[in-house]
Protein backbone atom coordinates (compact mmCIF):
# COMPACT_ATOMS: atom_id res chain seq x y z
CA UNK A 1 0.00 0.00 0.00
CA UNK A 2 1.61 3.26 -0.74
CA UNK A 3 0.72 6.76 0.06
CA UNK A 4 -2.57 7.23 -1.77
CA UNK A 5 -3.93 3.63 -1.53
CA UNK A 6 -3.81 4.97 2.60
CA UNK A 7 -5.45 8.22 1.55
CA UNK A 8 -7.85 6.59 -0.60
CA UNK A 9 -8.62 3.92 2.38
CA UNK A 10 -9.26 6.26 5.10
CA UNK A 11 -11.40 8.77 2.99
CA UNK A 12 -13.36 6.16 1.54
CA UNK A 13 -13.71 3.01 3.82
CA UNK A 14 -14.50 5.90 7.19
CA UNK A 15 -17.49 8.23 7.94
CA UNK A 16 -15.74 12.01 7.35
CA UNK A 17 -17.73 14.38 9.02
CA UNK A 18 -16.25 16.74 6.82
CA UNK A 19 -18.10 15.49 3.41
CA UNK A 20 -21.02 13.59 4.66
CA UNK A 21 -22.22 15.12 7.80
CA UNK A 22 -24.15 13.90 10.18
CA UNK A 23 -23.47 9.84 9.36
CA UNK A 24 -20.20 10.58 10.32
CA UNK A 25 -21.39 11.28 13.91
CA UNK A 26 -20.79 8.94 16.56
CA UNK A 27 -22.76 10.13 20.25
CA UNK A 28 -20.15 7.70 22.37
CA UNK A 29 -16.75 7.08 22.87
CA UNK A 30 -16.59 3.49 22.93
CA UNK A 31 -14.54 3.30 19.54
CA UNK A 32 -12.46 5.13 20.99
CA UNK A 33 -11.81 3.68 23.96
CA UNK A 34 -11.53 0.31 21.98
CA UNK A 35 -8.78 1.70 19.62
CA UNK A 36 -7.22 3.64 23.20
CA UNK A 37 -6.37 -0.26 24.36
CA UNK A 38 -5.30 -1.54 21.18
CA UNK A 39 -2.90 0.72 21.45
CA UNK A 40 -1.72 0.48 24.51
CA UNK A 41 -3.04 4.27 25.60
CA UNK A 42 -0.60 6.17 24.20
CA UNK A 43 -1.55 9.44 25.71
CA UNK A 44 -0.74 8.54 28.94
CA UNK A 45 2.80 8.60 27.79
CA UNK A 46 3.10 12.92 27.23
CA UNK A 47 1.38 15.68 28.83
CA UNK A 48 -1.73 17.44 26.91
CA UNK A 49 -3.53 20.45 26.73
CA UNK A 50 -7.54 20.49 25.77
CA UNK A 51 -8.69 23.33 23.71
CA UNK A 52 -12.80 23.21 22.92
CA UNK A 53 -15.14 26.07 21.36
CA UNK A 54 -17.04 27.36 18.88
CA UNK A 55 -14.17 29.69 17.45
CA UNK A 56 -11.09 30.75 17.83
CA UNK A 57 -9.96 26.96 19.30
CA UNK A 58 -7.84 26.20 16.22
CA UNK A 59 -6.00 29.58 16.40
CA UNK A 60 -5.46 29.22 20.23
CA UNK A 61 -3.99 25.91 19.54
CA UNK A 62 -1.54 27.07 17.25
CA UNK A 63 -0.44 29.65 19.27
CA UNK A 64 0.29 27.43 22.24
CA UNK A 65 2.08 25.45 20.30
CA UNK A 66 4.55 28.16 18.94
CA UNK A 67 5.62 29.34 22.20
CA UNK A 68 6.40 25.93 23.77
CA UNK A 69 8.28 25.02 20.88
CA UNK A 70 10.01 28.24 21.01
CA UNK A 71 10.72 27.61 24.53
CA UNK A 72 12.51 24.46 23.78
CA UNK A 73 9.52 21.55 23.84
CA UNK A 74 8.92 19.18 21.50
CA UNK A 75 5.42 19.84 20.55
CA UNK A 76 2.57 17.87 19.21
CA UNK A 77 -0.48 19.39 17.48
CA UNK A 78 -3.53 17.53 16.89
CA UNK A 79 -6.20 19.72 14.82
CA UNK A 80 -9.23 19.80 12.22
CA UNK A 81 -9.91 20.11 9.61
CA UNK A 82 -7.25 20.37 7.37
CA UNK A 83 -7.53 23.14 4.53
CA UNK A 84 -4.58 21.02 1.89
CA UNK A 85 -3.25 18.09 2.96
CA UNK A 86 -4.74 15.35 5.45
CA UNK A 87 -1.54 15.49 7.58
CA UNK A 88 -1.98 19.07 8.29
CA UNK A 89 -4.12 18.20 11.19
CA UNK A 90 -0.93 15.54 12.77
CA UNK A 91 2.58 18.26 13.41
CA UNK A 92 5.31 17.94 15.68
CA UNK A 93 7.29 20.76 15.77
CA UNK A 94 5.33 21.83 13.05
CA UNK A 95 6.12 19.06 11.16
CA UNK A 96 3.52 17.25 9.63
CA UNK A 97 3.13 13.62 10.17
CA UNK A 98 5.28 11.90 7.12
CA UNK A 99 3.47 10.27 4.24
CA UNK A 100 5.62 6.63 4.98
CA UNK A 101 3.97 6.80 8.88
CA UNK A 102 0.31 7.76 7.46
CA UNK A 103 0.74 4.53 5.29
CA UNK A 104 2.20 2.58 7.79
CA UNK A 105 -0.27 3.22 10.29
CA UNK A 106 -2.92 2.29 7.85
CA UNK A 107 -1.09 -0.71 6.45
CA UNK A 108 0.06 -2.34 10.31
CA UNK A 109 -3.85 -1.49 11.45
CA UNK A 110 -5.98 -2.09 9.02
CA UNK A 111 -7.38 -4.93 10.30
CA UNK A 112 -8.25 -3.32 13.39
CA UNK A 113 -9.72 0.19 11.46
CA UNK A 114 -11.82 -2.54 9.82
CA UNK A 115 -12.88 -4.61 12.75
CA UNK A 116 -13.70 -1.45 14.60
CA UNK A 117 -15.41 0.56 12.39
CA UNK A 118 -14.11 3.91 13.65
CA UNK A 119 -15.54 7.61 11.79
CA UNK A 120 -12.46 9.58 9.68
CA UNK A 121 -12.42 11.27 13.05
CA UNK A 122 -12.11 8.77 15.94
CA UNK A 123 -9.28 7.43 13.54
CA UNK A 124 -7.18 10.22 13.15
CA UNK A 125 -7.45 11.04 16.82
CA UNK A 126 -5.84 6.89 17.48
CA UNK A 127 -2.99 7.87 14.84
CA UNK A 128 -2.24 11.16 16.21
CA UNK A 129 -2.09 9.74 20.04
CA UNK A 130 0.34 6.65 18.70
CA UNK A 131 2.42 9.45 16.69
CA UNK A 132 3.15 11.58 19.63
CA UNK A 133 3.73 8.57 21.35
CA UNK A 134 6.30 6.92 19.25
CA UNK A 135 8.24 10.45 19.07
CA UNK A 136 8.09 11.16 22.72
CA UNK A 137 7.10 14.61 22.45
CA UNK A 138 6.76 16.35 25.65
CA UNK A 139 3.32 18.22 25.37
CA UNK A 140 0.52 18.11 22.92
CA UNK A 141 -1.75 20.47 21.90
CA UNK A 142 -5.28 18.73 21.49
CA UNK A 143 -7.86 20.39 19.66
CA UNK A 144 -11.39 18.78 20.58
CA UNK A 145 -13.66 18.58 16.98
CA UNK A 146 -17.27 19.49 17.29
CA UNK A 147 -17.89 19.44 20.96
CA UNK A 148 -16.09 18.22 23.91
CA UNK A 149 -18.24 15.69 26.33
CA UNK A 150 -18.35 13.13 23.80
CA UNK A 151 -15.48 13.99 21.64
CA UNK A 152 -12.80 11.38 20.65
CA UNK A 153 -9.82 13.58 22.17
CA UNK A 154 -12.04 13.40 25.70
CA UNK A 155 -10.29 10.75 26.81
CA UNK A 156 -7.02 12.89 27.78
CA UNK A 157 -6.31 14.19 31.22
CA UNK A 158 -4.73 17.21 30.03
CA UNK A 159 -2.71 19.95 32.51
CA UNK A 160 -5.16 23.10 31.38
CA UNK A 161 -8.03 22.68 29.57
CA UNK A 162 -9.53 25.45 27.62
CA UNK A 163 -13.15 26.42 26.28
CA UNK A 164 -12.83 29.63 23.89
CA UNK A 165 -16.35 30.26 23.85
CA UNK A 166 -19.69 29.04 23.68
CA UNK A 167 -22.02 30.19 19.77
CA UNK A 168 -24.61 28.11 17.80
CA UNK A 169 -22.90 25.80 16.00
CA UNK A 170 -23.32 22.15 15.02
CA UNK A 171 -26.42 22.61 16.80
CA UNK A 172 -27.67 19.27 15.27
CA UNK A 173 -25.49 17.09 17.31
CA UNK A 174 -24.87 19.60 20.20
CA UNK A 175 -28.43 20.80 21.43
CA UNK A 176 -30.32 23.94 19.85
CA UNK A 177 -29.51 26.23 22.43
CA UNK A 178 -26.28 28.41 23.31
CA UNK A 179 -27.11 26.52 26.87
CA UNK A 180 -26.80 23.39 25.65
CA UNK A 181 -24.00 23.49 23.84
CA UNK A 182 -22.39 25.19 26.74
CA UNK A 183 -22.93 21.73 28.70
CA UNK A 184 -21.77 20.01 26.16
CA UNK A 185 -18.36 22.20 25.82
CA UNK A 186 -18.11 22.13 29.74
CA UNK A 187 -17.59 18.35 29.46
CA UNK A 188 -13.77 18.56 29.09
CA UNK A 189 -13.73 19.94 32.15
CA UNK A 190 -11.90 17.21 34.32
CA UNK A 191 -11.59 16.61 38.11
CA UNK A 192 -8.97 19.31 39.72
CA UNK A 193 -7.75 20.21 36.23
CA UNK A 194 -7.44 24.04 35.86
CA UNK A 195 -9.82 25.36 33.00
CA UNK A 196 -9.78 28.46 31.13
CA UNK A 197 -12.64 30.11 30.17
CA UNK A 198 -11.55 32.75 27.29
CA UNK A 199 -14.63 34.98 26.98
CA UNK A 200 -16.87 35.32 29.48
CA UNK A 201 -20.63 35.19 28.39
CA UNK A 202 -23.45 36.03 31.21
CA UNK A 203 -26.20 34.03 30.10
CA UNK A 204 -23.84 30.61 30.04
CA UNK A 205 -21.04 31.62 33.11
CA UNK A 206 -23.03 29.78 35.62
CA UNK A 207 -22.41 26.13 33.55
CA UNK A 208 -18.90 26.55 33.90
CA UNK A 209 -18.28 27.50 37.19
CA UNK A 210 -20.72 24.94 38.20
CA UNK A 211 -19.29 22.13 36.45
CA UNK A 212 -15.85 23.71 37.56
CA UNK A 213 -16.81 23.69 41.46
CA UNK A 214 -18.46 20.10 41.16
CA UNK A 215 -15.32 18.87 40.02
CA UNK A 216 -13.28 21.18 41.93
CA UNK A 217 -11.80 22.52 38.91
CA UNK A 218 -9.89 25.73 39.47
CA UNK A 219 -11.66 28.18 36.79
CA UNK A 220 -10.33 31.67 35.29
CA UNK A 221 -12.06 33.24 32.81
CA UNK A 222 -9.12 34.78 30.48
CA UNK A 223 -10.88 38.25 29.46
CA UNK A 224 -11.72 39.65 33.00
CA UNK A 225 -8.15 39.37 34.13
CA UNK A 226 -6.29 40.35 30.85
CA UNK A 227 -7.61 42.93 28.06
CA UNK A 228 -5.94 44.27 25.27
CA UNK A 229 -6.08 47.75 25.06
CA UNK A 230 -5.33 48.74 21.75
CA UNK A 231 -3.82 46.78 18.20
CA UNK A 232 -1.90 48.94 15.53
CA UNK A 233 -0.25 46.87 12.17
CA UNK A 234 3.47 47.40 12.00
CA UNK A 235 5.39 48.20 8.75
CA UNK A 236 5.59 44.41 7.76
CA UNK A 237 2.14 43.68 8.04
CA UNK A 238 1.80 42.22 11.58
CA UNK A 239 -0.45 42.66 14.30
CA UNK A 240 1.14 44.89 17.20
CA UNK A 241 -1.42 44.05 20.67
CA UNK A 242 -0.60 46.58 23.91
CA UNK A 243 -2.03 43.96 27.04
CA UNK A 244 -3.70 45.61 29.80
CA UNK A 245 -4.10 44.30 33.68
CA UNK A 246 -2.06 42.52 36.19
CA UNK A 247 0.44 40.03 34.29
CA UNK A 248 3.83 38.99 34.24
CA UNK A 249 3.94 38.54 30.35
CA UNK A 250 4.78 40.86 27.90
CA UNK A 251 3.42 44.20 27.53
CA UNK A 252 3.24 44.76 23.87
CA UNK A 253 2.95 41.54 21.78
CA UNK A 254 3.68 41.34 17.88
CA UNK A 255 1.51 38.60 16.07
CA UNK A 256 1.50 37.79 12.57
CA UNK A 257 -2.46 36.65 12.39
CA UNK A 258 -4.21 39.65 10.80
CA UNK A 259 -7.55 38.93 12.09
CA UNK A 260 -8.99 41.62 14.73
CA UNK A 261 -10.81 38.67 16.46
CA UNK A 262 -7.39 37.12 17.02
CA UNK A 263 -6.76 39.49 20.34
CA UNK A 264 -9.70 37.31 21.93
CA UNK A 265 -7.74 34.25 21.06
CA UNK A 266 -4.22 35.64 22.22
CA UNK A 267 -5.62 36.82 25.71
CA UNK A 268 -6.72 32.99 26.16
CA UNK A 269 -3.49 31.32 25.05
CA UNK A 270 -1.64 34.00 27.09
CA UNK A 271 -3.69 33.12 30.34
CA UNK A 272 -2.45 29.59 29.72
CA UNK A 273 0.77 30.19 29.56
CA UNK A 274 0.66 32.13 32.81
CA UNK A 275 -1.03 28.74 34.08
CA UNK A 276 1.32 26.19 32.72
CA UNK A 277 4.56 28.18 34.30
CA UNK A 278 5.62 26.01 37.04
CA UNK A 279 9.12 24.83 38.45
CA UNK A 280 8.57 21.60 35.43
CA UNK A 281 7.54 24.01 32.69
CA UNK A 282 9.77 27.08 31.87
CA UNK A 283 8.07 29.30 29.45
CA UNK A 284 10.38 32.62 29.33
CA UNK A 285 8.69 36.17 27.93
CA UNK A 286 11.11 35.75 25.26
CA UNK A 287 9.62 32.49 23.79
CA UNK A 288 6.25 34.07 24.05
CA UNK A 289 6.91 36.98 22.23
CA UNK A 290 9.03 34.84 19.22
CA UNK A 291 6.13 32.27 19.60
CA UNK A 292 3.38 35.03 18.95
CA UNK A 293 5.21 37.08 16.27
CA UNK A 294 5.78 33.55 13.69
CA UNK A 295 2.30 30.99 14.53
CA UNK A 296 2.25 30.89 10.47
CA UNK A 297 5.37 29.94 10.25
CA UNK A 298 6.30 27.39 13.32
CA UNK A 299 3.28 25.73 13.60
CA UNK A 300 1.68 26.10 9.54
CA UNK A 301 -1.37 27.52 10.72
CA UNK A 302 -3.38 28.81 7.41
CA UNK A 303 -7.06 30.58 6.91
CA UNK A 304 -7.50 33.03 8.97
CA UNK A 305 -7.31 36.55 7.60
CA UNK A 306 -4.69 35.27 4.96
CA UNK A 307 -3.74 37.85 2.32
CA UNK A 308 -3.05 35.64 -0.67
CA UNK A 309 -2.27 38.75 -2.53
CA UNK A 310 -2.86 42.65 -3.04
CA UNK A 311 -3.79 45.00 -5.49
CA UNK A 312 -6.54 44.15 -5.36
CA UNK A 313 -6.37 42.78 -2.00
CA UNK A 314 -7.53 38.84 -1.50
CA UNK A 315 -8.38 37.62 1.57
CA UNK A 316 -9.32 34.44 2.81
CA UNK A 317 -10.87 32.99 6.06
CA UNK A 318 -12.25 30.18 6.85
CA UNK A 319 -15.30 31.42 9.25
CA UNK A 320 -18.28 29.43 9.67
CA UNK A 321 -20.76 30.26 11.51
CA UNK A 322 -22.43 33.39 12.99
CA UNK A 323 -20.47 34.52 15.53
CA UNK A 324 -17.28 33.94 13.38
CA UNK A 325 -18.48 35.44 9.82
CA UNK A 326 -19.92 38.43 12.01
CA UNK A 327 -16.27 39.09 13.58
CA UNK A 328 -14.74 38.96 9.86
CA UNK A 329 -17.70 40.63 8.63
CA UNK A 330 -17.00 43.96 10.72
CA UNK A 331 -13.76 43.63 9.59
CA UNK A 332 -13.84 43.73 6.18
CA UNK A 333 -15.92 46.86 6.82
CA UNK A 334 -12.90 48.54 8.52
CA UNK A 335 -11.19 47.57 5.60
CA UNK A 336 -10.45 49.83 2.66
CA UNK A 337 -11.75 49.51 -0.44
CA UNK A 338 -13.50 50.59 -3.61
CA UNK A 339 -15.14 47.73 -4.19
CA UNK A 340 -15.90 44.16 -2.49
CA UNK A 341 -16.19 40.62 -4.47
CA UNK A 342 -17.27 38.22 -2.16
CA UNK A 343 -17.07 34.35 -3.71
CA UNK A 344 -19.39 32.59 -1.19
CA UNK A 345 -20.54 28.59 -0.23
CA UNK A 346 -21.80 27.53 2.41
CA UNK A 347 -22.17 23.94 3.49
CA UNK A 348 -25.88 21.93 3.64
CA UNK A 349 -26.13 21.96 7.54
CA UNK A 350 -25.85 25.42 8.54
CA UNK A 351 -28.80 27.69 9.20
CA UNK A 352 -27.47 29.85 6.15
CA UNK A 353 -30.14 32.50 6.38
CA UNK A 354 -28.78 33.42 9.51
CA UNK A 355 -25.53 33.63 7.91
CA UNK A 356 -26.25 35.76 4.65
CA UNK A 357 -28.25 38.17 6.91
CA UNK A 358 -24.71 39.35 8.42
CA UNK A 359 -23.32 39.97 4.69
CA UNK A 360 -22.66 43.46 3.24
CA UNK A 361 -25.40 44.33 0.77
CA UNK A 362 -22.51 46.70 -1.41
CA UNK A 363 -20.79 43.57 -2.43
CA UNK A 364 -20.80 42.09 -5.92
CA UNK A 365 -21.46 37.86 -5.06
CA UNK A 366 -19.87 34.88 -6.65
CA UNK A 367 -21.74 31.72 -5.15
CA UNK A 368 -20.13 28.74 -5.64
CA UNK A 369 -20.23 25.10 -4.32
CA UNK A 370 -17.51 23.89 -2.75
CA UNK A 371 -15.95 19.78 -4.38
CA UNK A 372 -17.60 17.86 -1.00
CA UNK A 373 -21.25 15.91 -0.42
CA UNK A 374 -21.61 18.73 1.94
CA UNK A 375 -21.53 21.65 0.24
CA UNK A 376 -24.82 23.72 0.03
CA UNK A 377 -25.78 23.34 -3.81
CA UNK A 378 -24.82 26.89 -5.64
CA UNK A 379 -28.48 27.62 -6.70
CA UNK A 380 -29.86 27.27 -3.73
CA UNK A 381 -27.32 29.65 -1.59
CA UNK A 382 -27.89 32.11 -4.86
CA UNK A 383 -31.61 31.81 -4.64
CA UNK A 384 -31.88 32.66 -0.32
CA UNK A 385 -28.84 35.19 -1.04
CA UNK A 386 -31.21 36.91 -3.65
CA UNK A 387 -33.94 37.13 -1.07
CA UNK A 388 -32.23 39.05 1.16
CA UNK A 389 -31.35 41.41 -1.53
CA UNK A 390 -27.53 40.25 -2.13
CA UNK A 391 -26.41 40.09 -5.93
CA UNK A 392 -24.32 37.78 -8.19
CA UNK A 393 -24.08 34.76 -9.57
CA UNK A 394 -23.41 31.56 -9.49
CA UNK A 395 -19.91 29.88 -10.87
CA UNK A 396 -19.00 26.31 -11.45
CA UNK A 397 -16.18 26.20 -9.25
CA UNK A 398 -14.29 27.64 -6.68
CA UNK A 399 -11.81 28.34 -8.99
CA UNK A 400 -13.54 29.61 -11.81
CA UNK A 401 -14.47 32.23 -9.51
CA UNK A 402 -11.69 33.74 -8.42
CA UNK A 403 -10.83 33.76 -11.93
CA UNK A 404 -13.63 36.18 -13.12
CA UNK A 405 -13.30 37.99 -9.90
CA UNK A 406 -9.30 38.77 -10.55
CA UNK A 407 -10.56 39.91 -14.44
CA UNK A 408 -13.25 42.16 -12.67
CA UNK A 409 -11.20 43.88 -9.67
CA UNK A 410 -9.34 47.19 -10.01
CA UNK A 411 -6.83 47.43 -7.74
CA UNK A 412 -8.05 49.23 -5.14
CA UNK A 413 -10.77 46.66 -5.04
CA UNK A 414 -11.20 43.66 -2.40
CA UNK A 415 -11.95 39.75 -2.74
CA UNK A 416 -12.93 37.61 -0.25
CA UNK A 417 -13.09 34.05 -0.33
CA UNK A 418 -14.99 32.70 2.50
CA UNK A 419 -18.64 31.16 4.37
CA UNK A 420 -17.04 27.58 4.39
CA UNK A 421 -13.80 26.09 5.46
CA UNK A 422 -14.18 24.00 2.15
CA UNK A 423 -14.19 27.06 -0.61
CA UNK A 424 -10.95 28.51 1.24
CA UNK A 425 -8.98 24.44 1.36
CA UNK A 426 -9.76 24.91 -2.99
CA UNK A 427 -8.26 28.54 -2.99
CA UNK A 428 -5.23 27.33 -1.00
Given at each position: ?????????????????????????????????????????????????????????????????????????????????????????????????????????????????????????????????????????????IETGLGGRLDSTNII??????????????????????????????????????????????????????????????????????????????IVGQQVFRLTGETKL???????????????????????????????????????????????????????????????????????????????????????????????????????????????????????????????????????????????????????????????????????????????????
Amino acid sequence: MDYKEAINFLFNQLPVYQREGKAAYKSNLDNTHELDHYFSHPHRSFKTIHVAGTNGKGSVAHMLASILQHAGYKTGLYTSPHLKDFRERIRINGEMISEEQVTKFVTDHHEIIEKVQPSFFEMTVAMAFKHFADNQVDIAIIETGLGGRLDSTNIITPLISIITNIGLDHTQFLGNSIEKIALEKAGIIKQNIPVIIGESQEEIKYIFTSRARELQAPIYFADETQRIDYSTVNIVGQQVFRLTGETKLPKELVCDQLGSYQSKNTITALKAVELLRNPDINIPNRSVYDGMRSISKTTGLMGRWQILGNNPLIVADTAHNKEGLSQVVDQISNTAWKKLHFILGAVNDKNVEDLLSLLPRDAKYYFVQAAIPRALDKYELFSKAMKLGLTGDVYDSVEKALLDAQSIAESCDMIFIGGSTFVVAEVL
